[in-house]
């Protein structure tokens, strides 16, 4: 039953909140967690208390798993319970009154401009690799899309002439990015002089095309993309730093470093809430206390 159950909740979770995969592997992982933690001391769950989630949580605490992980697994069991309370399996939550770990605040990594800029003119764009890798990672810096949003672009999202791209994202809440002179330029050169070469005359509904692609035409996997960012990291010496959240985060930083207002850039990252915002907005904060001491007579 428990299976059935899990399995139920993910489909709900997917058709009707519109979760993305990744998403909906974690609330998986995390549940089963709870279940082989009950199973350990023979509870169902449909019988298991608030005493159990608590005791759950401490064991999670003591095993080391980080702050952010037990939260998010507090938060993906308490979401399957309130599923069996919505379909009238049970009467109560029992993750009611069991509080998420306190976290410390966050510091992000993120590139230079200097080293973005090192990044995308990595690839040789004399070859037909080259070219879509540049487009790639112009279109990752330029836009700060996801890497799922990235790999999930299809050709009806983007619209060249107007230097802007349709994004699928989160909860399947579209937003509409627009792409610098750069990425433009590069995205370009990707349309016209390589990707016809790498996929074969295509026809009919482009909001199923993909836009990016592998060197057999298929889309561009995860780890494909992946492969890419480390290659060119190895390449400028930025290999134990680079990863799609680190040129995000450098896209979003460089944003707030040049005056981009609170409002823009949730827009552009696809937040919903203004706090996902607070370690940007923090840095700005830390920027102009660092140039006030710097540059006041009286600091």
């Known amino acids: 039953m428990w299976e059935q159950e899990i399995q139920k909740f993910v489909s709900y979770m997917k058709d009707v909140l519109k979760k993305q995969e990744h998403t909906l592997e974690a609330y998986k992982r995390d549940v089963r967690k709870f279940k082989a933690f009950l199973d350990g001391r023979?509870?169902?769950?449909?019988?298991?208390d608030n005493s159990h989630m608590a005791a759950f949580v401490m064991e999670q605490t003591k095993e080391g798993r980080s702050k952010?992980?037990?939260?998010?697994?507090?938060?993906?069991?308490?979401?399957?319970?309130?599923?069996?309370?919505?379909?009238?399996?049970?009467?109560?939550?029992?993750?009611?009154?069991?509080k998420t770990v306190r976290l410390e605040r966050k510091t992000i990594d993120y590139l230079t401009i200097e080293e973005v800029t090192a990044l995308i003119e990595a690839p040789d764009t004399t070859t037909l690799k080259g070219v879509r890798d540049r487009a790639i990672l112009e279109t990752m810096y330029g836009t700060g899309l996801r890497v799922t949003e990235i790999i999930d672009l299809n050709l009806a999202n983007l619209n060249l002439r107007m230097g802007m791209i349709t994004c699928n994202g989160e909860?399947?809440?579209?937003?509409?990015?627009?792409?610098g002179a750069m990425a433009r330029m590069a995205m370009s050169d990707?349309?016209?002089?390589?990707?016809?070469?790498?996929?074969?005359?295509?026809?009919?509904d482009k909001s199923k095309v993909p836009l990016f692609v592998n060197m057999s035409g298929e889309r561009i996997s995860r780890q494909g993309l992946w492969k890419i960012l480390k290659a060119y990291g190895n390449k400028v010496g930025l290999a134990d730093r680079i990863s799609p959240i680190i040129l995000r985060n450098s896209f979003a930083v460089h944003l707030i470093q040049n005056g981009a207002d609170a409002y823009t850039l949730q827009t552009l990252l696809g937040h919903e809430d203004l706090k996902a915002l607070q370690v940007y907005l923090d840095l700005k904060k830390n920027k102009i206390k660092e140039v006030y001491d710097k540059t006041h007579p009286r600091a």
């Open 68 to 98: 952010a992980t037990v939260n998010r697994r507090i938060s993906s069991i308490r979401l399957f319970f309130q599923y069996l309370v919505d379909t009238g399996q049970r009467k109560d939550n029992p993750t009611k009154g069991i």
């Open 190 to 204: 990707y349309m016209m002089e390589c990707r016809p070469k790498l996929v074969s005359e295509e026809k009919g």
């Open 171 to 179: 909860g399947g809440r579209a937003r509409v990015v627009p792409l």
């Open 42 to 48: 023979g509870v169902d769950y449909l019988s298991c």
